[in-house]
């Protein structure tokens, strides 16, 4: 029996555009994609590819944001912004079901009420990829089956465990979370979401021998809290092949460069090609 390959998708913002670039090069290379599991930015692009549409062409709808941050498509309303965002995947997901997709999907969100990690793989599409992307204070909660659903990365950006749960001989994982070493310890938040430096020092410096400000120490704390918790997981759940494309030059909710992280996914994957292929060669996944 052929072996059963799950693509594992994290998220990241703007930097899940890397996912696209590894998605090319796994089809160029004849790497079978036989599950997606997606979260936030994975979530979008797991569930745009598995419908059919073709990593060109979701790099082209991808590119229709370039120039832009998040904020800059409606800077006053959350609620708004997630239409947005809405009206884009209705341009290739409209009215379409998890049961309609060339490749099995499952997208993950929180129960930001009960605390629940939710695993969606039936249902209509576009509300599930919204409660995944649904990060907060960015987007309002989804109302989905009763359940107050919120982007699954505020548990875990990537969910290898998902992948594990289901059952999953090869597991490929593509983790766009920026790593705690590439933050200047004590940068302020809004530089740090939105991927540009702010014209004055409003929260406090770079400088780690400084004393932080309150926003800054609350923004390092939550890194360090995020980063142990990704770490933990992918140890407890560990993928056999683990990509993690240089994007931490990226801000997540920054869109003004889509070609270098697209690029970027396409080097990384590139790079672990060898050891992708070896999974299959050897046997050990027959």
């Given at each position: 029996?052929?072996?059963?390959?799950?693509?594992?998708?994290?998220?990241?913002?703007?930097?899940?555009?890397?996912?696209?670039?590894?998605?090319?090069?796994?089809?160029?290379?004849?790497?079978?994609?036989?599950?997606?599991v997606?979260t936030?930015?994975g979530?979008?692009?797991?569930?745009?590819?598995?419908?059919?549409?073709?990593?060109?062409?979701?790099?082209?709808e991808?590119?229709?944001?370039?120039?832009?941050?998040?904020?800059s498509?409606n800077?006053?309303?959350?609620?708004a912004?997630?239409?947005?965002?809405?009206?884009?995947l209705?341009?290739?997901?409209?009215?379409?079901?998890?049961?309609?997709?060339?490749?099995?999907?499952?997208?993950?969100?929180?129960?930001?009420?009960?605390?629940?990690?939710v695993a969606?793989?039936?249902?209509?599409?576009?509300?599930?990829i919204?409660?995944?992307?649904?990060?907060?204070?960015?987007?309002?909660p989804?109302?989905?089956?009763?359940?107050?659903?919120?982007?699954?990365?505020?548990?875990?950006?990537?969910?290898?465990?998902?992948?594990?749960?289901?059952g999953?001989?090869?597991i490929?994982?593509?983790?766009v979370?920026?790593a705690?070493?590439?933050?200047?310890?004590?940068?302020?938040?809004?530089?740090?979401?939105?991927?540009?430096?702010?014209?004055?020092?409003?929260?406090?410096?770079?400088d780690?021998?400084?004393?932080?400000?309150?926003?800054?120490?609350?923004?390092?704390?939550?890194?360090?809290?995020?980063?142990?918790?990704?770490?933990?997981?992918l140890?407890?759940?560990p993928?056999?092949?683990?990509?993690?494309?240089?994007?931490?030059?990226?801000?997540?909710?920054?869109?003004?460069?889509?070609?270098?992280?697209?690029?970027?996914?396409?080097?990384?994957?590139?790079?672990?090609?060898d050891?992708?292929?070896?999974?299959?060669?050897?046997?050990?996944?027959?």
């Open positions: 029996m052929a072996a059963k390959t799950a693509l594992v998708l994290g998220g990241g913002g703007s930097r899940g555009i890397a996912h696209i670039g590894v998605i090319d090069v796994l089809i160029e290379n004849n790497i079978p994609i036989d599950t997606i997606g936030s930015m979530a979008i692009i797991g569930c745009l590819f598995a419908s059919g549409v073709q990593p060109h062409v979701i790099a082209e991808m590119s229709a944001l370039q120039g832009n941050t998040i904020f498509m800077i006053f309303s959350a609620r912004r997630q239409r947005d965002i809405e009206k884009q209705e341009r290739q997901l409209k009215g379409m079901r998890f049961a309609d997709l060339k490749i099995p999907v499952c997208v993950m969100a929180v129960d930001v009420v009960t605390g629940q990690e969606i793989d039936n249902g209509p599409l576009i509300p599930a919204l409660a995944s992307a649904a990060v907060p204070a960015v987007f309002p989804v109302h989905i089956n009763g359940q107050q659903l919120a982007d699954g990365g505020v548990i875990d950006s990537l969910a290898t465990s998902q992948a594990h749960t289901l999953a001989d090869v490929i994982a593509v983790d979370y920026p705690l070493n590439t933050d200047a310890p004590w940068v302020d938040p809004i530089s740090a979401i939105m991927g540009f430096e702010l014209p004055f020092n409003l929260f406090s410096g770079t780690w021998t400084q004393t932080p400000g309150v926003m800054a120490s609350m923004w390092r704390s939550f890194r360090v809290m995020a980063w142990h918790i990704h770490q933990e997981r140890k407890n759940y993928p056999d092949v683990l990509l993690r494309p240089d994007v931490s030059n990226y801000g997540s909710l920054d869109f003004t460069d889509v070609e270098g992280p697209y690029l970027a996914g396409r080097i990384e994957a590139e790079k672990h090609l050891s992708i292929k070896a999974l299959y060669n050897d046997g050990s996944h027959e």
